[in-house]
């Protein structure tokens, strides 16, 4: 009964991902429609994706907080249902200030998500068997935009985007009734699932931890796929519409066959990482130098696929290029519950999605200001994609170089037992003055 009801609660929160990257690729879909009718240039349109993102770390930092303080039924359906009333007003509106504000209070609204469902997710499984769901739940980040390209094109079709924010708010409100009748925490107290290694102390000082190699080599790891994630969740239907000429149907059905072979690939990058702990590889080995290789390739095909005319090789890399980079996450994120303490992970996730948030801030921005500086949109695009794929192949090195769980983890239990054992030679030497 327990694995039934804990791959029920994964499935139900693989949904409350789905509809988190829903709602933040809506713009991104509605984009061309949007600028024409805010009469808005695409820096003003980088500001609205970048704004998204002004809170998010803020939102991180509370929903971090308050794991664990407030039961997670009432936190996730909480927030949830903040997403779905930040997108109202755009069922209406037509004015720059309300799409920014809006953009920004779902920003906040969203920025815990990612800490709230992994660490309810592991709460239900063992160490040893969290890669899979942790991935099937980040899987959702891929099936959001998924779903979101085809129905979206669809409503622009037969009415117009105010309905692609009807459409978004009206499903998160489904959801959130489903979550107030299924969610809860599993076996042990949210977020406290074990670790991979016996030896990780129950508690480890946060300077330690925010330092160690592999929770840094994590975090820039995070922060170069999470540009990736931004520009495309923000920028490729207008790329695909504005720089290469597809018309708005063709972008949908391309952008959903991208994000269903990303999803696809998550899975299955899972179960290769459990796969290869079964075969004796080191944690550092399936989890840490498997994502960043998948991010290197994925740098690779990002730099590549602008270039190449329009055709199936350059949807085939684009599509390599996104797959990978997303597919790593939810391997990596399974690595960060393995060297933080159970205790403290929500705390730890919290700052390290604040720091790969400003991922986010930036990417969008900067995308926006050389589309409008280059001599013509595609060549803007092209450059933008260059530097991003750059991002990745540095963030990728770095990770590699950085991410040593093994080290780490046997560091934390040497000082532990250093500290442990103070007091007892402090006592003994007093004994020995006495």
């Not at 990257?21 to 991104?28: Q, R």
């Not at 920003?107 to 942790?134: I, M, N, Q, Y």
Request: with cysteine; aromatic share 10%.
């Amino acid at each position: 009964m327990t694995r039934r009801t804990a791959w029920i609660l994964t499935a139900t929160l693989f949904a409350f991902m789905l509809l988190n990257y829903a709602d933040k690729s809506v713009v991104g879909l509605v984009g061309v429609d949007l600028l024409h009718d805010l009469d808005i240039n695409a820096s003003q349109f980088g500001v609205v994706q970048s704004g998204f993102f002004w809170l998010y770390a803020a939102g991180a930092i509370l929903g971090g907080f308050l794991i664990g303080r407030i039961r997670a039924r009432w936190l996730i359906g909480g927030i949830a249902l903040l997403w779905a009333l930040s997108l109202l007003p755009m069922v209406w509106s037509t004015s720059f200030s309300v799409l920014l504000v809006t953009r920004m209070l779902l920003g906040f609204a969203e920025g815990p998500a990612p800490a709230l469902a992994l660490a309810v997710t592991h709460s239900w499984f063992p160490a040893d068997k969290r890669t899979l769901p942790t991935s099937v739940v980040v899987g959702g980040t891929a099936f959001g935009p998924l779903v979101a390209a085809p129905a979206i094109t669809a409503l622009l079709t037969h009415f117009d985007w105010h309905a692609a924010f009807a459409a978004t708010a009206i499903a998160g409100v489904v959801w959130v009734a489903v979550w107030l009748l299924v969610g809860r925490e599993g076996p042990e107290e949210v977020g406290h699932a074990g670790s991979s290694f016996k030896l990780l102390p129950e508690h480890v000082p946060y300077r330690r931890l925010l330092t160690s190699g592999t929770v840094v080599g994590l975090a820039i790891l995070f922060f170069a796929t999470y540009c990736s994630v931004a520009v495309k969740i923000t920028w490729l239907p207008l790329t695909l519409r504005q720089g290469l000429g597809y018309d708005a149907e063709t972008t949908g059905w391309l952008i959903s066959l991208l994000y269903l072979c990303t999803f696809i690939l998550m899975i299955v990058f899972g179960a290769v990482s459990r796969a290869m702990t079964k075969r004796g590889a080191s944690v550092r080995a399936s989890r840490g130098l498997l994502s960043c290789a998948l991010v290197a390739t994925g740098g690779l095909s990002t730099i590549a696929w602008p270039f190449f005319d329009r055709g199936p090789l350059q949807i085939a890399l684009l599509t390599v290029g996104t797959s990978l980079s997303i597919g790593a996450q939810g391997v990596a994120w399974s690595l960060l519950s393995d060297v933080v303490p159970a205790r403290q992970r929500g705390t730890v996730i919290g700052t390290v999605v604040t720091f790969y948030s400003l991922g986010g801030v930036i990417a969008p921005l900067l995308l926006g200001n050389l589309v409008d500086n280059a001599k013509s949109p595609l060549a803007g695009y092209q450059l933008g994609f260059t530097v991003l794929g750059v991002v990745l192949l540095a963030g990728a090195a770095i990770g590699a170089w950085l991410i040593r769980p093994e080290r780490n983890v046997a560091a934390f239990a040497a000082a532990h037992c250093a500290t442990d054992a103070a007091p007892t030679a402090a006592e003994h030497a007093g004994q020995r003055n006495n």
